[in-house]
């Protein structure tokens, strides 16, 4: 496995060793020694997420405000453009984000630690998304900011309006959002 450090330091690209041949490939997802080992972090999982979404729909930017949760994201179909934003104001990275594509064909992976808002848009006809999170899901510490914050400038690479939930089209703008210190 090879780990790269993003434009955020903390957040990290991974990118496993895939075998393919003419029969296809295989690649170990995950592997909790090897992922320390090469990450230097010592996290544990409990909670695993699939979901899968229509060319167009964007997800994010979310958090939990309490019960902060890392999160090892991937994408087993489909591709995705996977936004990770530094919210955590005693940081000298607040506010700023970082963008990665994640495909079923580059088989990279993003680690994105407590901290930050979290979201992709699916580039692709549908993507399937899988991510493993350090703490379990709390809906009273869910909060969203806006995919569009003007203060956060995203470069989303929309040539359309993207489909939000209805919780989404709520998120609120950096400025207004419950912040990390």
């Known amino acids: 496995m090879k780990v790269t450090e993003s434009e955020l330091p ?4 991974i990118e496993p060793k895939v075998f393919g041949d003419e029969r296809g490939f295989f690649y170990e997802s995950f592997n909790g020694k090897a992922f320390a080992d090469a990450t230097k972090l010592n996290v544990q999982f409990v909670q695993d997420n699939h979901s899968r979404s229509q060319k167009g729909v ?8 309490e019960n902060p949760q890392g999160k090892l994201v991937r994408v087993t179909a489909g591709k995705v453009l996977d936004i990770a934003v530094d919210i ?3 940081s000298p990275y607040f506010g700023k984000w970082f963008g990665l ?3 079923a064909d580059n088989a990279k992976q993003l680690w994105i630690p407590p901290g930050f808002a979290h979201g992709f848009v699916v580039l692709s006809d549908h993507a399937e998304f899988l991510y493993k999170t350090t703490d379990y899901y709390t809906p009273s510490a869910e909060r969203c900011i806006r995919w569009d914050d003007e203060d956060l400038a995203i470069e989303w690479g929309l040539s359309e309006a993207p489909k939000l939930s209805a919780k989404d089209q709520q998120g609120k703008s950096l400025k207004e959002a419950d912040l990390f210190p």
Request: no cysteine; aromatic share 6%.
């Open 10 to 13: 903390e957040v990290l690209i």
């Open 58 to 65: 964007l997800r994010g930017l979310h958090y939990q405000i």
């Open 88 to 90: 955590r104001r005693s």
């Open 101 to 103: 594509e994640l495909s």
